[in-house]
């Protein structure tokens, strides 16, 4: 399966690390442990103007024209599929005729005199038809792979509720933002990363020495700020009834393949951490497959769904909702810029994550549960927010729809009016479950088998809901941040965060 990026980075496991750049996309092949795919490709070949319309409408222009192919490929199949019936047919005939004759087709020439001449023939014939359907299979292997293969790097179909295009539709406010004048001194003072260098909170220097561009420490009532918000997300998720999960940051590379994950867009801005292996530790002597390769996963939102790998799901349990927090890794962090400055694009991150399962045509009430979750966290954090619903050049491969909240960032205002994405929440249907190989056991036994949908949300990412905060949280008068009351309960008893003495 193909990942487009711009760029492929690899971790290896020592101390070291590779990169390898390239302008071409990164073939991950499906390894043999991976499961196995149950894709719509009838539903492909049926619609494939829809398909290759909302190719278009996402800007996957690459992959526009792969109905098409599917269709033809197909047309191919059905071909092989009737030039082949004679053949088998006949072969069917001769392994009836030598089994009642009491000879097998593994039996030797040498051990063929025992039997009739005609026997010896048919022995003769039974191979060279073993050798043409042989082919004859890898043929349709091939096409088989091919279809497969081109409905894999397919997007989900775009709910009718998504605009389409690249502008996204105002749903409404959290808190509308007050208005009053930007000065020069507001952008400066209120900007996270002064505040945070100024009150040592945050280290950007000495995280460049360690790892890099786009890495930073936290500190002292940073680093407290961070465990209260994960703690708070985590309760309010809880008190929806989403079960705890730590999920590891570690998977598979065709389980993540398998989520979607493909980047979010055509253009190569997202991209995974990919862990470099030698040859010898990939593959066996053999040439068998020893140790897929593996990740980082981008968001937990991976391995939640890889939970339920090859899996059977009972109706009475869905929705099975859950939530955890985990470390997340972006290879891709944005170019460098005031827009990027700080926390609010960096390469690694703790974020808290909602996922779902739920019966096809009930996405929306997991869905409106998620959303309720995060208006609930950032409402009670004073943040002000706004919802989008955005547009379909704007969804992961495996969404129909999602919904965005964008917090107000006070230093900012030069850059989309001070607005910046803080959580979202995606309705996959059975985009990731059919490649997965999660399926649903309906309540009612008369139903076959189905596969159920999935529903992902932020509840919190931390990085930029922390520099949220300490900018919205500024007091002006009294040179200080106010800690919302909702994470005093972590802040080992603090309520504001002042400039520390020398």
Known sequence: MIIPTRRSISITHGAATRRTLSSAVRLCSRPSIAPKPTLNLRHIRENPELYSQTCVDRNYLAQKNSPQEIIQQHEQWKEIQRSSRTLREKNNDIRTRLSHAKTFSGIELSDAGKSSRNDGDLLQQARDLKVELQKIAAQEDALNERMEYLAMNLPNLTSKETPIGAEPRLLGYIREPPQHPTTTHDLTWRNHVHIGTEFDLLDFTSAGMTSGWGWY??????????????????????????????????????????????????????????????????????????????????????????????????????????????????????????????????????????????????????????????????????????????????????????????????????????????????????????????????????????????????????????????????????????????????????????????
Not at 289 to 298: F, I, M, Q, T
Not at 326 to 348: F, Q, W
Not at 351 to 372: I, N, P, Y
């Open 217 to 502: 420490f936290l500190k002292n009532e940073g680093a407290l700020l961070e465990h209260a918000l994960i703690q708070y997300a985590i309760k309010v998720a809880a008190n929806h009834s989403f079960s705890v999960v730590s999920p590891p940051s570690i998977v598979y590379s065709h389980i993540a393949n398998a989520c979607g994950f493909l980047p979010r867009d055509q253009g190569g801005e997202q991209q995974t951490y990919a862990i470099a292996q030698k040859e010898e530790e990939t593959q066996s002597s053999t040439g068998h497959e020893r140790n897929p390769e593996k990740s980082l996963a981008g968001t937990a939102e991976i391995p939640f769904a890889g939970m339920k790998a090859n899996t059977v799901l009972n109706e009475t349990q869905l929705p099975l909702q859950i939530v955890g927090a985990s470390r997340c890794y972006r290879a891709e962090a944005g170019a460098r810029g005031a827009e990027t400055k700080g926390l609010y694009r960096v390469h690694e991150f703790t974020k808290v994550e909602m996922f779902a399962w739920t019966r096809g045509g009930k996405e929306q009430v997991a869905f409106d549960s998620m959303l309720a979750v995060q208006e609930e966290i950032l409402e009670t954090l004073g943040l002000y927010c706004r919802i989008l619903e955005m547009p379909s050049q704007d969804l992961g491969a495996s969404a129909i729809r999602k919904v965005d909240i964008e917090a107000f960032f006070p230093s900012r205002r030069g850059n989309n009016e001070g607005w910046g994405e803080v959580t979202s929440a995606s309705i996959c249907t059975d985009y990731q479950t059919r490649r997965l190989n999660t399926r649903l056991k309906p309540a009612a036994k008369s139903f076959k088998s189905e596969f159920p949908s999935t529903v992902n949300g932020t509840a919190l990412a931390v990085p930029r809901v922390l520099a949220a905060v300490l900018e919205n949280g500024w007091n002006e008068g009294e040179k200080c941040v106010k800690i919302p009351p909702v994470l005093h309960p972590w802040m080992h008893g603090l309520g504001e965060i002042r400039k520390k003495s020398r």
